[in-house]
């Protein structure tokens, strides 16, 4: 028998049913010429009295009708709609124009799906497509219904490929250029992500961040360094060098029009073969260096304490001192780079006493313990400090005074390499750009949970990145306006998140309006306002109801409103209009005072009427009432 329904209401049963009384089962005959007693039963549901039944799966089949009537066309509708990420998310994607080319790319009800898993992966700060429908049941979305999470499996796998990637990319990289992306420092990060799927043909050994001894997938990502918006990616296999994908990457933008003023890299594509390719191509370059490099050794031993608090050395005004000079960069290759040593006067303090206070804690924890005749454990990470030794019966607790202290000395420097002699303020300032791409690449691994590669086939892994890249463009872009307003991303992503339509009785939504002056403030940003929100719960209503609507979303119209800056509006003047600013004093030929009169000698008026003055008329309402007796009588 099909699902019965035990959790909803009981429902008489349809005219020409029976009831089974071996077992309660109501059954219906087909219908047809066959005799009756020769057609075939189907059962409809259960018993529950000789006129009552609980439906099952055929009788909503077979009595679409009076499952209508008796339950409804469908589930009901949330009570409350999620509407504010939905109307910011809108308004980003048509001021950034990410909207209409992911709806060329994909078509409108695929890009639609990747839209909504974007605001998802922000919501949720995860990639896991089984947690979607129960996350965004009550959002809106760009699509008219949620999909499950087995469809949303589906459609990775096979709904959209990465031809449809590689247009959406190539749009995307043709728009920036449009917005002005067309020369510039670009800052390069990558990752490698356990990958143990045998089905993924871009799993291979490679430098598993996870250091294990396993598959891994690589994807590489790069930002425009001046404002830290995404601007492309590449996922490849990870037993590709570092070197070859920095390669395609230089050449994906090189085919746009996008031309490379330098690259930022942080240490972990400090490799011979990189330094080696920059140098093959050209492009001037930034890297931090490993702390096991040869170069940064050399530095370390020759200018640390040339450099060490010493202000001639100064790189700003917040601690940084700095050296550059001409070294080889490998120990076994002689190319050589300007390497720039720097000691951050105010980090390297709180590190030194940061791993200070960490070995007196942990040898007290020890003397404690062999206090109570317990023989303790030293603590892996600081075994090259402490040691314990036994004399007899005696256990104690000693130290290696010389590791503890070079550690100590080390700690805030750091070398940078770059192609030319820019000097450690100038390449500080670069180096720094990449600011920018670790909060993008913050974003896309903690984020939005793409730190690990949950999916098993080749399209799913591809497909995956590509949305998780287009929720990085977005939320991109509520931190870079978050921050120019002064708030915190998360919490302005909650605050916009409470923004809500309400089911009325009559079964449509409605705006409630109780926006936060900073949600607004946000969201005017992106030329969305309060009324637009109305104008949301309309289109709402209307996939409820209507039918004929359709699945591209328009951003609401309205009089474009005027970005507010904090504080007082000033006053606008027309200066043709009111002249020339007055000076200081009276202005020439003005009525002078009774004061400067008297001092110049002309006579100041005396109290009462001047001679010769009449009094004004007064009306009739105000004269006397002898008067007004006269004047009646004439």
């Given at each position: 028998?099909?699902?019965?329904?035990?959790?909803?209401?009981?429902?008489?049963?349809?005219?020409?049913?029976?009831?089974?009384?071996?077992?309660?089962?109501?059954?219906?005959?087909?219908?047809?010429?066959?005799?009756?007693?020769?057609?075939?039963?189907?059962?409809?549901?259960?018993?529950?009295?000789?006129?009552?039944?609980?439906?099952?799966?055929?009788?909503?089949?077979?009595?679409?009708?009076?499952?209508?009537?008796?339950?409804?066309?469908?589930?009901?509708?949330?009570?409350?709609?999620?509407?504010?990420?939905?109307?910011?998310?809108?308004?980003?994607?048509?001021?950034?124009?990410?909207?209409?080319?992911?709806?060329?790319?994909?078509?409108?009800?695929y890009g639609n799906i990747l839209m909504d898993y974007a605001m998802y992966s922000i919501l949720e700060r995860s990639d896991v497509s089984l947690l979607f429908p129960d996350r965004?049941?009550?959002?809106?979305?760009?699509?008219?219904?949620?999909?499950?999470?087995?469809?949303?499996?589906?459609?990775?796998?096979?709904?959209?490929?990465?031809?449809?990637?590689?247009?959406?990319?190539?749009?995307?990289?043709?728009?920036?250029?449009?917005?002005?992306?067309?020369?510039?420092?670009?800052?390069?990060?990558?990752?490698?992500?356990?990958?143990?799927?045998?089905?993924?043909?871009?799993?291979?050994?490679?430098?598993?961040?996870?250091?294990?001894?396993?598959?891994?997938?690589?994807?590489?990502?790069?930002?425009?360094?001046?404002?830290?918006?995404?601007?492309?990616?590449?996922?490849?296999?990870?037993?590709?060098?570092?070197?070859?994908?920095?390669?395609?990457?230089?050449?994906?933008?090189?085919?746009?029009?996008?031309?490379?003023?330098?690259?930022?890299?942080?240490?972990?594509?400090?490799?011979?073969?990189?330094?080696?390719?920059?140098?093959?191509?050209?492009?001037?370059?930034?890297?931090?260096?490993?702390?096991?490099?040869?170069?940064?050794?050399?530095?370390?031993?020759?200018?640390?304490?040339?450099?060490?608090?010493?202000?001639?050395?100064?790189?700003?005004?917040?601690?940084?001192?700095?050296?550059?000079?001409?070294?080889?960069?490998?120990?076994?290759?002689?190319?050589?780079?300007?390497?720039?040593?720097?000691?951050?006067?105010?980090?390297?303090?709180?590190?030194?006493?940061?791993?200070?206070?960490?070995?007196?804690?942990?040898?007290?924890?020890?003397?404690?313990?062999?206090?109570?005749?317990?023989?303790?454990?030293?603590?892996?990470?600081?075994?090259?400090?402490?040691?314990?030794?036994?004399?007899?019966?005696?256990?104690?607790?000693?130290?290696?005074?010389?590791?503890?202290?070079?550690?100590?000395?080390?700690?805030?420097?750091?070398?940078?390499?770059?192609?030319?002699?820019?000097?450690?303020?100038?390449?500080?300032?670069?180096?720094?750009?990449?600011?920018?791409?670790?909060?993008?690449?913050?974003?896309?691994?903690?984020?939005?949970?793409?730190?690990?590669?949950?999916v098993h086939s080749t399209p799913s892994i591809q497909n995956k990145f590509c949305a998780c890249f287009i929720a990085a463009i977005i939320r991109g872009e509520i931190m870079n306006?978050?921050?120019?307003?002064?708030?915190?991303?998360?919490?302005?992503?909650?605050?916009?998140?409470?923004?809500?339509?309400?089911?009325?009785?009559?079964?449509?939504?409605?705006?409630?309006?109780?926006?936060?002056?900073?949600?607004?403030?946000?969201?005017?940003?992106?030329?969305?306002?309060?009324?637009?929100?109305?104008?949301?719960?309309?289109?709402?209503?209307?996939?409820?109801?209507?039918?004929?609507?359709?699945?591209?979303?328009?951003?609401?119209?309205?009089?474009?409103?005027?970005?507010?800056?904090?504080?007082?509006?000033?006053?606008?003047?027309?200066?043709?209009?009111?002249?020339?600013?007055?000076?200081?004093?009276?202005?020439?030929?003005?009525?002078?005072?009774?004061?400067?009169?008297?001092?110049?000698?002309?006579?100041?008026?005396?109290?009462?009427?001047?001679?010769?003055?009449?009094?004004?008329?007064k009306s009739d309402a105000l004269t006397s009432p002898d008067k007004w007796e006269k004047d009646s009588l004439k």
């Amino acid at each position: 028998m099909a699902h019965i329904y035990w959790e909803l209401k009981e429902i008489p049963q349809p005219a020409g049913s029976y009831i089974n009384k071996s077992d309660g089962r109501v059954f219906v005959f087909s219908s047809g010429d066959t005799p009756v007693r020769k057609s075939k039963r189907k059962v409809i549901g259960h018993a529950t009295s000789e006129t009552m039944m609980h439906p099952n799966d055929t009788f909503k089949y077979l009595f679409p009708n009076l499952w209508n009537e008796h339950y409804g066309s469908g589930k009901l509708p949330e009570h409350i709609l999620h509407s504010g990420l939905y109307g910011l998310t809108l308004g980003i994607g048509y001021e950034t124009g990410l909207y209409p080319i992911v709806q060329g790319a994909y078509g409108p009800l695929y890009g639609n799906i990747l839209m909504d898993y974007a605001m998802y992966s922000i919501l949720e700060r995860s990639d896991v497509s089984l947690l979607f429908p129960d996350r965004m049941a009550q959002q809106v979305l760009f699509s008219k219904h949620y999909p499950s999470d087995s469809w949303l499996s589906d459609f990775f796998l096979g709904k959209i490929n990465e031809n449809d990637n590689a247009a959406f990319r190539s749009q995307w990289l043709d728009e920036c250029k449009k917005r002005g992306v067309t020369k510039a420092w670009i800052s390069i990060d990558g990752s490698n992500n356990n990958c143990d799927s045998v089905s993924c043909t871009m799993a291979e050994k490679g430098h598993a961040k996870s250091r294990e001894n396993t598959n891994i997938v690589s994807y590489m990502y790069a930002v425009n360094a001046e404002d830290g918006r995404p601007i492309t990616y590449t996922v490849y296999n990870g037993g590709k060098v570092d070197s070859k994908a920095i390669q395609k990457m230089a050449a994906i933008l090189a085919s746009h029009g996008i031309e490379i003023v330098g690259i930022i890299l942080d240490r972990g594509f400090c490799t011979y073969g990189v330094f080696e390719l920059l140098d093959s191509l050209g492009y001037p370059y930034v890297v931090m260096l490993q702390a096991d490099t040869f170069a940064h050794s050399q530095m370390v031993a020759q200018h640390s304490e040339t450099i060490r608090w010493r202000v001639p050395y100064a790189v700003g005004e917040k601690g940084l001192f700095g050296i550059s000079e001409k070294k080889r960069l490998f120990h076994g290759h002689m190319e050589e780079a300007f390497v720039n040593l720097f000691f951050d006067a105010s980090n390297g303090s709180q590190r030194s006493l940061a791993l200070i206070a960490k070995i007196l804690k942990a040898t007290k924890v020890l003397k404690a313990e062999i206090q109570k005749g317990k023989r303790p454990v030293v603590p892996q990470a600081l075994a090259k400090y402490i040691s314990l030794r036994q004399e007899g019966d005696t256990l104690s607790v000693e130290h290696d005074y010389a590791k503890w202290q070079k550690d100590v000395d080390l700690k805030g420097f750091c070398s940078i390499a770059s192609s030319e002699d820019f000097g450690p303020e100038e390449v500080d300032r670069i180096y720094h750009l990449r600011d920018a791409s670790e909060s993008q690449y913050s974003i896309l691994k903690t984020q939005l949970g793409y730190d690990v590669t949950r999916v098993h086939s080749t399209p799913s892994i591809q497909n995956k990145f590509c949305a998780c890249f287009i929720a990085a463009i977005i939320r991109g872009e509520i931190m870079n306006a978050c921050k120019g307003l002064g708030y915190a991303t998360n919490q302005m992503i909650r605050e916009v998140d409470r923004i809500e339509l309400l089911l009325l009785p009559n079964g449509t939504y409605a705006a409630i309006h109780d926006e936060s002056a900073r949600a607004k403030e946000l969201l005017a940003l992106y030329d969305i306002i309060p009324s637009d929100f109305d104008s949301i719960a309309t289109e709402v209503n209307n996939r409820l109801v209507g039918s004929m609507h359709s699945q591209v979303r328009e951003k609401p119209s309205h009089e474009k409103q005027g970005s507010r800056k904090k504080g007082r509006p000033t006053k606008a003047k027309d200066k043709a209009a009111t002249g020339p600013k007055r000076g200081p004093g009276r202005p020439k030929g003005s009525v002078k005072n009774n004061e400067t009169a008297l001092q110049e000698g002309k006579v100041q008026r005396k109290p009462g009427r001047p001679k010769g003055s009449k009094n004004k008329v007064k009306s009739d309402a105000l004269t006397s009432p002898d008067k007004w007796e006269k004047d009646s009588l004439k």
